[in-house]
């Protein structure tokens, strides 16, 4: 059985040998002028949690559990601030129990329990929130975290509709490994796929990495079925609806606030066998954004219409440093995509984009079709793309702190925007590590506009990172909000992002909020202090 780890991202099987951290802490020392050394993981045997203050009743007892690994895992995300905590064996607030109900009548059984007996409630997908959303509060007296991960089942496919009714906690491998021998796939791949499930997804309005058209899992949201202290919250199955407000659009985004998702049905497609990929050249993120903004502006709609700035095509797709990188991807299950791409890379080159007719993939068959944009710069992204989580647990215990934020805005304020942020960052860089560095790439363009994603980088002091790493947050996304832009465009609110996004809601929707969850959780046992105070 997979172990989850409980302190890196990834499983225990995953977490880093000691050998690779110390050639980790070389690089990091050979990079910074210093002299580093690696420091051993944490194990299991070293921590030692708070006894748990609450017992489940005999009930529920079965699916309930007080370990010390399941507890331990379910106070964090895998945020950095989390992984340097649990580096560190700092574990001051641990759940006290874990529930692991094995159908919706549990759920309602935890929930229930829960809220007549005051304990807080923490729905828990699988963990991968960088934003705080699964945290336990500080002044909790009793804390359980419901865990979904056996609800895993697809229950049912309408191949007619295209569209499966899926419990909440699959995770992503596992769905599209029950959806392939339909010949479906939903499509949606986060950078945490392998670590996230279908109701986190829908929970913190998740982003996938097809950067255009369909890639919000709202966009796949048919329904949605949610259990809540005051009763199930189900609607209705279609395409479309007219019908005032939308209950699904209500519960996309609520963080766990409102209820349990239990399962939805989904929009799902024929799996790709058409594809065509390309990675274009500038000679500056701007120029590479123009043409990004006019390909979008066509409505040729690329599964894949991702740039990355110079910084990041040095780091990620293996070029220079002196070249912005475009990447470029069409697909379909029905239609060849050939000339699609053709169109594209005409508007790239228009705009000043360099392209070699050989790095242009373009295939119509099954057998070929996995190969399409696994070659070139284009390939070195996609595979920097899935290891950087893994990276960053190799570094920890080194004083480096790296992370990552992202936001979006309109193209007419873009500039001012980015401008802005590098100003921010590297202004806080100076200040705490003597410098650093900026890099930034669009992880998802529209016609009206970008979503910027920053990744910064400094050596502070052993000991002092998250400290250090709050500063830098908090001066960029000071800089995102006084420029117009959104605090998250993907990574959820959770308790992180809250002090600006409620600079950022209007305040007749946050008491509109308030009272609907004060509706459906009248003890205010639900995920308290994420998106409204408790």
């Not at 995953?14 to 690779?20: R, V």
């Not at 780091?315 to 594209?344: C, H, I, K, T, Y």
Request: include cysteine; aromatic fraction near 8%; charged fraction near 20%.
């Amino acid at each position: 059985m997979a172990i989850k780890s409980f302190w890196a991202w990834g499983l225990e099987s995953e977490e880093p040998t000691m050998e690779q951290m110390r050639e980790m802490a070389a690089k990091v020392s050979q990079q910074y002028g210093v002299n580093l050394e690696a420091v051993a993981p944490p194990k299991l045997s070293e921590l030692t949690l708070r006894q748990p203050r609450i017992s489940p009743p005999a009930s529920i007892a079965q699916f309930c559990s007080t370990e010390t690994h399941d507890r331990a895992v379910r106070s964090y995300g895998r945020g950095f601030r989390d992984r340097i905590r649990a580096f560190n064996r700092q574990f001051p607030n641990p759940p006290d129990v874990v529930a692991n109900p094995r159908n919706e009548q549990e759920v309602e059984a935890v929930l229930g329990w829960c809220s007549e007996a005051g304990h807080i409630a923490i729905p828990y997908g699988a963990g991968s929130s960088v934003v705080g959303g699964v945290e336990p509060p500080e002044d909790a007296d009793g804390i359980v975290s419901i865990d979904l991960s056996a609800l895993d089942k697809v229950l049912e496919i309408d191949h007619l509709s295209r569209a499966a009714r899926i419990q909440a906690g699959v995770y992503g491998p596992a769905l599209e490994d029950q959806l392939r021998p339909h010949g479906f796939t939903l499509r949606h791949f986060p950078q945490s796929f392998e670590h996230s499930t279908l109701g986190g997804w829908i929970a913190t309005r998740s982003g996938g990495h097809y950067a255009t058209n369909h890639t919000h899992i709202d966009d796949f949201v048919e329904s949605v079925r949610m259990v809540t202290p005051t009763g199930i919250w189900e609607s209705r199955r279609l395409p479309g609806s007219g019908a005032g407000p939308s209950p699904d659009r209500m519960i996309i985004g609520s963080e766990g606030i409102l209820g349990v998702i239990t399962e939805a049905w989904m929009r799902v497609q024929g799996r790709p066998r058409f594809r065509a990929s390309a990675g274009v050249t500038f000679p500056t993120l701007q120029a590479s954004a123009d043409a990004a903004r006019l390909i979008t502006q066509s409505k040729l709609w690329p599964a894949n219409c991702r740039v990355l700035g110079p910084g990041e095509a040095a780091n990620a797709a293996g070029l220079d440093g002196s070249q912005a990188l475009l990447v470029l991807g069409f697909e379909s299950a029905d239609v060849p995509q050939g000339d699609f791409m053709r169109e594209a890379v005409a508007i790239a080159r228009d705009a000043g984009g360099l392209v070699d007719e050989d790095a242009i993939k373009i295939v119509d068959t099954k057998s070929q079709a996995a190969d399409a944009g696994r070659q070139g710069a284009v390939g070195n992204w996609r595979d920097s793309f899935i290891r950087a989580p893994y990276i960053r647990n190799m570094t920890a215990g080194l004083g480096l702190v790296g992370d990552t934020l992202e936001t979006a805005i309109t193209w007419d304020r873009w500039p001012q925007l980015d401008a802005a942020v590098r100003d921010a960052l590297n202004g806080a860089l100076r200040r705490t590590c003597g410098g650093g560095t900026v890099t930034c790439r669009f992880t998802h363009v529209y016609p009206d506009g970008p979503a910027p994603y920053y990744t910064f980088e400094g050596l502070s002091k052993p000991g002092g990172e998250i400290e250090t790493c709050d500063e830098l947050k908090a001066a960029a996304s000071d800089a995102i909000i006084a420029a117009g832009g959104t605090i998250t465009h993907h990574h959820a609110v959770g308790k992180l992002h809250r002090p600006w996004y409620d600079q950022q809601r209007p305040d007749a929707f946050a008491a509109a909020l308030k009272a609907a969850k004060a509706a459906v959780d009248p003890n205010g046992v639900l995920n308290p202090g994420v998106l409204i105070d408790p």
